[in-house]
T-cell receptor, first 113, second 112 residues
Framework: SQTIHQWPATLVQPVGSPLSLECTVE??????LYWYRQAAGRGLQLLFY??????ISSEVPQNLSASRPQDRQFILSSKKLLLSDSGFYLC????????????FGPGTRLTVT | DQQVKQNSPSLSVQEGRISILNCDYT??????FLWYKKYPAEGPTFLIS?????DKNEDGRFTVFLNKSAKHLSLHIVPSQPGDSAVYFC???????????FGKGTMLLVSP
């Protein structure tokens, strides 16, 4: 069976500091990978997705970037955090070519102070 | 432009009764629809899905209905249980696309 891991679970960072959130998937090969953000009281906003190593699509222009250095590893980064980057960050995966269900990790609560 | 809309931010239901959560969409290219359940501080959990070639899909206490002409789908939970209290997200996908479009969610509260 497949498992998705995200860490850290919570993070408090000062404005202007860098960020690195990591996500890994086990039990499948060549998954589609996704980063979402849920701001307080809001829905799920897709930030980035990847259909293969080194292939990153950005959905929203912002202060963040993503990388996929290995098949089942997805990293969300920022060079300098803003207050508006606070939120609940979720990584998800799906099978390549369908079905379309996405499976989510446990999330990272990021607070920028 | 919101392509997937969940117009009810919240819903309260008594235990044992039916919960009906609604979702509307505007994009005619959507052909696959999903419902997710989310508890606070956790990732969403996939519940049930339906393809546009069907109008109903059932899994235990959960049934999803799709009305393509009205661009409307609904999730029925029968009977509702207190453990069903969570935020429910509707999502949709278009053929050939790798992404999902989510609604803003409906918070369901099931009281004993």
């Amino acid at each position: 069976s497949q498992t998705i891991h995200q860490w850290p679970a919570t993070l408090v960072q000062p404005v202007g500091s860098p960020l690195s959130l990591e996500c890994t998937v086990e039990g499948t090969s060549n998954p589609n990978l996704y980063w979402y953000r849920q701001a307080a009281g809001r829905g799920l906003q897709l930030l980035f997705y990847s259909v293969g190593i080194g292939q990153i699509s950005s959905e929203v222009p912002q202060n963040l970037s993503a990388s996929r250095p290995q098949d089942r590893q997805f990293i969300l980064s920022s060079k300098k955090l803003l207050l508006s980057d606070s939120g609940f960050y979720l990584c998800a995966w799906s099978f390549t070519g369908g079905p379309y269900e996405q499976y989510f990790g446990p999330g990272t609560r990021l607070t920028v102070t | 432009d919101q392509q997937v809309k969940q117009n009810s931010p919240s819903l309260s239901v008594q235990e044992g009764r039916i919960s009906i959560l609604n979702c509307d969409y505007t994009n005619s290219m959507f052909d696959y629809f999903l419902w997710y359940k989310k508890y606070p501080a956790e990732g969403p959990t996939f519940l049930i899905s339906i393809s546009s070639i069907k109008d109903k899909n059932e899994d235990g206490r959960f049934t999803v209905f799709l009305n393509k002409s009205a661009k409307h789908l609904s999730l029925h939970i029968v009977p509702s249980q207190p453990g069903d209290s969570a935020v429910y997200f509707c999502a949709a996908s278009a053929i050939g696309y790798s992404t999902l479009t989510f609604g803003k969610g409906t918070m369901l509260l099931v009281s004993p």
